[in-house]
């Protein structure tokens, strides 16, 4: 491509060319222009588009008339003049290569790939990029008159733009994608294309191999049996391996957001296989995807179906109390849950209860609180309305953005751009197993307790006509937050602590949502924290806290034991299906089957 007249660089491109200097100076002309015109329409759409959709309902109650907002001159000037001059910066690096580049960019993986640097197009591209998209995002702040929710909204928004359009993300700005499209003669264009045509059909981005698991094969293998069931949800009965288990069985009530199986992927992942092998009696309540017969479901239902397998469970074994577990939002009902129970006197149905990432106060719930307004509760309504039920892609959205980098544009990458074949990921395949949701439920949920935090308000919730207040909560409770948690940050779920009255053990696992719960022994990966001391807040938590390399699971464990130290002989109803429930099928079982 380098004409005669022009000089050239001595080494050639990782595309096979290398552009002239009058080639460079163009390119960094357009792209100069191009920033000029994203950040504009940035700053534009900040202050016409996104704003003036948020008003402050509070002041204008209080009469106070509409909110004005504006920007601040002097931040704005200060935004674009560190955008011009950096851009100069850029322009010099690459017309005098000794020209040091800033650092820290070196770090976004989107761009390690060494394509990204060995040729000069791709490197001015890359780094034009991330210079106008971290200029997008410091505009931000100039704008005025903003809540703090407000703020973070626009910010999540730009970040969530400024992802979407890196070039990481088109074929004719990725040379990882140019240069797979040559050397496969256009068969993995031909192959992303299958891929992006499959996922309209489904309306779901594919992150896994579909067709490599099996539920009751491949996952959900632990053996049991389903030993009861209702509308709403299976229990199932999971056999033991010891001769003795805990007197004192463990009801495992996960999200009924997600299936139940995240808690039982494969032997070597399994809690469930785990627990069982640890001696306890273990039972799991798999919730049924919701239809139309499960349009008018609200949080009575749930409440009720997590005491009524609590009452299942005492009744067949014999036994006064149960130990129970609710994962993330199944922590939240199981919080309403026990409330209810001391109201009416029965907390003593329930020795233990452990949280998996829960929340019950709100008022720290981190970016997922972003999409609760009451623009975006009136648009999830009208998406259900035909049917009583939110179809779970919606849902899946939501989570895939709140990590759009890794969740969403990285497989759009890998599926699309570069047409590789999926890989067979258990994990991934259970993120892509969707389930719906009641709505009427659904909108109470995130209006109730994201929107206006009542759950803490003593009264502030009724559960069988009855106020409930779970700062009356006295049950012993084990409560798992996770670090990196971007669905239930641990400073959210640390606020259980501040709330019930009860004995409360906080422990403060490594990883996220997902794999600082899903943590085995065996893997040997991650830490935990626990503190014997009281803590006014996190932060002091973690000051005093001492740190314990490997699985949080032995930990939990032994708190169990000390809570219950009887063991019974593995005989009659210990065995699914023995006692006065008879099996209704093994496990995994229907429910967990259903769209």
């Known amino acids: 491509?380098?004409?005669?007249?022009?000089?050239?660089?001595?080494?050639?491109?990782a595309l096979g060319f290398t552009p002239t200097l009058d080639e460079l100076q163009h390119w960094t002309g357009v792209i100069g222009r191009a920033q000029q015109l994203l950040l504009e329409y940035g700053t534009r759409k900040a202050t016409q588009t996104a704003v003036p959709a948020m008003p402050d309902l509070s002041r204008l109650m209080s009469g106070a008339g509409p909110m004005h907002f504006g920007i601040d001159t002097q931040a704005l000037i200060d935004v674009q003049a560190d955008f011009w001059k950096d851009s100069l910066s850029l322009w010099q690096r690459f017309l005098n290569p000794e020209t040091p580049a800033p650092a820290g960019h070196d770090e976004d993986r989107r761009f390690a790939a060494p394509q990204w640097r060995d040729h000069p197009l791709f490197d001015l591209i890359r780094q034009s990029y991330q210079l106008v998209s971290g200029h997008m995002l410091r505009s931000v702040e100039a704008v005025e008159g903003l809540t703090d929710k407000q703020r973070e909204q626009l910010r999540f928004a730009t970040r969530a733009f400024?992802?979407?359009?890196?070039?990481?993300?088109?074929?004719?700005?990725?040379?990882?994608?140019?240069?797979?499209?040559?050397a496969t003669r256009g068969e993995s264009l031909l192959k992303g294309l299958?891929?992006?045509?499959?996922?309209?059909?489904?309306?779901?981005l594919t992150h896994s191999d579909r067709s490599a698991f099996q539920l009751g094969k491949d996952i959900a293998t632990t053996p049991g049996k389903v030993i009861h069931e209702t509308p709403l949800y299976q229990l199932i009965h999971y056999a033991p391996t010891t001769p003795d288990v805990a007197k004192t069985p463990l009801i495992i009530f996960p999200?009924?957001?997600?299936?139940?199986?995240?808690?039982?992927?494969?032997?070597?992942?399994?809690?469930?296989r785990w627990a069982v092998e640890q001696g306890l009696s273990v039972f799991m309540v798999s919730w049924k995807s919701a239809d139309e017969s499960l349009?008018?479901?609200?949080?009575?239902?749930?409440?009720?179906?997590?005491?009524?397998?609590?009452d299942t469970v005492r009744a067949l074994l014999s036994v006064e109390a149960a130990h129970v577990v609710g994962y993330c939002v199944a922590g939240t009902t199981l919080a309403a849950t026990l409330a209810l129970l001391e109201s009416r006197g029965e907390a003593a149905k329930v020795a233990t209860a452990t949280f998996f990432t829960a929340q019950v106060d709100f008022s720290a719930a981190g970016d997922l609180s972003l999409f609760v307004d009451d623009t975006q509760l009136d648009m999830l309504a009208n998406l259900s309305a035909d049917k009583g039920y939110l179809d779970g892609r919606y849902m899946a959205v939501t989570f895939n953005l709140l990590r759009g980098r890794d969740l969403i544009w990285n497989y759009v990458v890998q599926n699309y751009l570069l047409g590789e074949e999926y890989p067979a990921f258990d994990l991934l395949h259970w993120n892509g197993d969707t389930t719906n949701l009641p709505a009427a439920w659904h909108q109470a949920y995130l209006r109730d307790f994201y929107r206006d935090n009542l759950l803490v308000r003593p009264g502030g919730i009724r559960v069988a006509d009855m106020p409930i207040d779970i700062g009356k909560v006295k049950t012993?409770?084990?409560?798992?937050?996770?670090?990196?948690?971007?669905?239930?940050?641990?400073?959210s779920v640390w606020k259980i602590t501040e709330h019930f009255a009860g004995e409360v053990k906080f422990v403060l696992a490594g990883s996220g949502h997902i794999a600082g719960v899903v943590n085995p022994p065996a893997a040997g990966k991650y830490q935990y924290w626990t503190s014997d001391k009281a803590a006014a807040s996190l932060s002091d938590f973690a000051a005093q806290a001492r740190e314990t390399k490997g699985s949080w699971w032995p930990d939990w464990r032994g708190w169990i034991a000390a809570h219950d130290g009887e063991t019974v002989p593995v005989k009659g109803a210990r065995i699914?299906?023995?006692?006065?429930?008879?099996?209704?099928?093994?496990?995994?079982?229907?429910?967990?089957?259903?769209p």
């Open 576 to 594: 699914p299906g023995k006692g006065k429930r008879k099996a209704i099928e093994d496990a995994p079982g229907r429910y967990v089957t259903l």
């Open 1 to 13: 491509m380098a004409g005669k007249d022009h000089a050239t660089s001595d080494t050639p491109g």
């Open 295 to 310: 349009a008018g479901i609200t949080l009575d239902d749930y409440v009720a179906a997590q005491i009524d397998a609590i």
């Open 476 to 491: 012993p409770s084990y409560v798992q937050a996770g670090r990196e948690d971007h669905i239930a940050p641990p400073e």
């Open 162 to 182: 400024t992802e979407a359009l890196s070039p990481a993300n088109f074929t004719l700005t990725n040379p990882l994608a140019l240069e797979k499209i040559a």
């Open 255 to 272: 999200p009924w957001i997600n299936r139940f199986y995240i808690l039982d992927l494969n032997p070597k992942k399994s809690f469930v």
């Open 194 to 204: 299958e891929h992006l045509l499959a996922d309209l059909d489904r309306g779901q």
